[in-house]
């Protein structure tokens, strides 16, 4: 294994990444490069003793290790950049990254179930009420409970702004009405923050000032809600350790006290929230695509073809550069972009969606060529390389999907919002 | 109550470990240095106690973390900082490189005396150093009782406890405080530090000490401040172990007992 070099690798780079932040975020600490190792280190062993040696066990179990998750919290992993007060860990984006392509490198699907958890913690924490932080996120920073994110739905994906749930108000009470669909640990999750739509008229027709994106609003869910139901685990093609549902909701009442923001806020808290999501799912894919790089690096040594270890096979040498070179070019460009959200750039959503687009793109790429360096045992569950193709295929599309985030960037080249 | 944890900075045992062949000493460039596994069981145990007994108002336990160890190993105190204890004294001197036993254990004495501690608690072995008697001659020179080798711990206020293994069976000894102990690996598995407890370590007092300011403590022991010029012990030769070769194997054509019992007494092993 290429452990040792790698710590070495993380380490300078923390160093350079850290000095081209411009600024660290307000209430957040600042980390020296001796601190990110540390931090590295320590989710690393946590990584290689509770992750690691279960994935491939999990993946085939279609296990939620919700134990583990619980474990994770108590070493602050669960809101990793979250004020302090509420039980966060108080770190940097950069911080976040750094640890979640260490989470991937034991377990894609469980490190991105962490992300997104972060994900939902830390909307809550930007966007919440002082009270609502207090009531809500002292248990979900701990991770003794989870937390989902609820936007997508049947009729809306990437077309985020044609939710079709609505929250009617009804003296003190919204009441909401919808499906909500590919929800990560739904069914487990404890809290659920949705994305419906408000400002509806009278005859529930939509108030034309309250059109699109206009018209949404986020609210807080707890799974105890009567009214929210589940369907069906959703069989996927990876992701197997964590569950993925539909979300009903039929005629939820939610008090008025549990809305995140003002009316109307929805659709921009959700997207603030997307920006870390696209970071978390970015170093992921990092993490897992270094996973399959080190066991490649591993079995060209050992095997031999034609009487000559795969390794002394210049092809085979100028993939594995290839592969080296993708992942240090993502991981340069996501470590950019979690610099500008840190500093509150305000380019920081188009670096984002940038660093997502280039960083799953070249994860998947580089655990297909780890697949095909492998040959047929990369296609054998026992060697974890296929597990990890099936877990990065789907972050090319969700978190926003690929075709998006080159709108987003698309948009910004040409100067339009 | 103070209790002071002796921790070691160690080359990684997952890692290759060189022994320099020139002067003896563990390459500590070759691999990467953490904390002694086993010091970290005690860390983790004592840390346990101390949370254990502010819970219950029993008292709070000040958790010292020490260690005498070339001055680039502070990340593994940082460690020990992250995972809970409040403060720590590193003994690093360049006049140390290499210190034997010995004048390890004196030097320890000095810088434990010079912390005052009710209780001293010391893995049973490294898995460097392997010597395993530290704890023994810490004790000798502080004219401190000793229970070595424990499997279980239990501090009270002016005791500790524990069981130890021996030939014979199990064994339950009781110590006045103040103390030393040694554990061995049946103490709980170390937590992981959290990121908290991490970016926390920086803020904790981590107090570097060198050898000239321990020379008071060090005369009260009656032992010299400086050895550089009277080593009691030198390495003489330093080889590398040869590798392994393959060994030889008997195929059983009913005469393989007698063959084995001969290479046995070819060797004297019989």
């Given at each position: 294994m290429t452990m040792p070099s790698r710590t070495e690798m993380n380490r300078s780079e923390a160093g350079q990444a850290e000095a081209g932040a411009s600024q660290p975020s307000q209430g957040l600490s600042e980390t020296s490069a001796e601190e990110r190792a540390a931090l590295v280190e320590a989710v690393r062993d946590f990584a290689d003793a509770r992750l690691a040696p279960f994935a491939n066990q999990r993946d085939a179990d279609h296990e939620f290790p919700v134990e583990t998750l619980c474990e994770a919290g108590q070493l602050g992993l669960g809101a990793i950049c979250v004020r302090e007060d509420v039980g966060g860990s108080g770190l940097s984006r950069l911080d976040a990254i750094a640890i979640y392509e260490e989470l991937a490198r034991g377990d894609i699907a469980v490190a991105t179930y962490i992300s997104?958890?972060?994900?939902v913690v830390g909307m809550i924490d930007a966007e919440g009420t002082d009270e609502q932080r207090r009531r809500w996120l002292p248990q979900l920073t701990d991770m003794s409970e989870l937390a989902s994110y609820c936007l997508t739905e049947?009729?809306?994906g990437s077309d985020a702004a044609a939710v079709a749930t609505t929250a009617v108000r009804d003296g003190d009470d919204y009441v909401l009405t919808g499906t909500k669909q590919f929800i990560s640990g739904?069914?487990?999750s404890a809290v659920y923050v949705v994305m419906a739509r408000t400002g509806l008229t009278d005859d529930g027709g939509v108030d034309p000032a309250q059109r699109g994106s206009r018209g949404m609003t986020a609210f807080v869910v707890p799974a105890s809600a009567p009214g929210l139901s589940f369907g069906a685990e959703e069989q996927k093609m990876g992701w197997h350790a964590q569950p993925t549902r539909a979300v009903v909701l039929d005629g939820v009442r939610v008090p008025a006290s549990d809305r995140l923001g003002e009316e109307g806020e929805g659709f921009g808290i959700a997207m603030r929230g997307l920006n870390?999501?696209?970071?978390?799912?970015?170093a992921a894919s990092i993490g897992g695509a270094q996973f399959a790089l080190e066991r490649t690096v591993a079995y060209?040594?050992?095997?031999?073809?034609?009487?000559?270890?795969l390794a002394t096979r210049q092809h085979v040498q100028f993939e594995l550069a290839d592969m080296e070179t993708e992942l240090q070019a993502a991981r340069a460009l996501l470590e950019r972009a979690a610099a500008k959200l840190d500093a509150k750039a305000p380019d920081a959503p188009v670096a984002c969606a940038m660093a997502k687009r280039f960083a799953t793109d070249a994860g998947f790429r580089v655990a297909d060529q780890a697949l095909q360096l492998h040959g047929g045992y990369g296609y054998l569950h026992e060697y974890g390389i296929e597990r990890v193709v099936r877990d990065l295929r789907v972050h090319r599309i969700l978190e926003g999907s690929n075709e998006m985030m080159r709108m987003i960037v698309g948009r910004a080249v040409l100067g339009e919002r | 109550m103070k209790i002071v944890v002796l921790?070691?900075?160690?080359?990684?045992?997952?890692?290759d470990r060189v022994l320099s062949l020139e002067t003896g000493l563990a390459d500590r460039a070759a691999s990467e240095t953490v904390l002694d596994e086993i010091t970290?069981?005690?860390?983790e145990a004592v840390i346990r106690h101390a949370e254990e007994s502010a819970k219950s108002g029993a008292g709070e336990v000040e958790v010292v973390a020490m260690t005498m160890a070339p001055a680039d190993s502070q990340?593994?105190?940082?460690k020990a900082l992250a995972m809970g204890a409040a403060s720590a004294v590193h003994i690093a001197d360049e006049r140390l490189a290499g210190a034997d036993l010995v004048r390890t254990a004196e030097v320890l004495a000095a810088a434990l005396r010079r912390a005052g501690a009710d209780l001293i608690v010391a893995g049973n072995g490294s898995t460097d150093g392997s010597g395993g008697v530290m704890p023994s001659m810490l004790a000798e020179l502080l004219e401190l009782p000793a229970a070595t080798r424990l499997e279980t711990i239990e501090i009270t206020a002016d005791a500790v406890r524990g069981t130890r293994e021996t030939d014979g069976g199990t064994m339950t000894v009781t110590a006045a405080l103040p103390a030393v102990v040694s554990v061995t690996e049946r103490m709980p598995d170390p937590r992981f530090p959290a990121l908290k407890g991490i970016m926390g370590a920086k803020k904790k007092p981590l107090e570097v000490v060198a050898l000239d300011d321990l020379s008071a403590e060090l005369e009260g022991l009656g032992v010299a401040l400086d050895e550089t010029a009277s080593a009691r012990s030198i390495m003489v030769a330093a080889t590398q172990r040869p590798a392994r070769e393959a060994g030889e194997i008997i195929t059983d054509d009913g005469t393989a007992g007698e063959r084995i019992a001969a290479f046995l007494a070819d060797r004297r092993l019989a």
């Open positions: 997104i958890h972060n994900m049947p009729g809306a739904a069914g487990t870390g999501g696209r970071l978390g799912i970015a060209v040594k050992e095997r031999a073809t034609f009487g000559q270890p | 921790v070691k900075p160690v080359p990684d045992t997952y890692g970290e069981r005690a860390l990340s593994t105190l940082r």
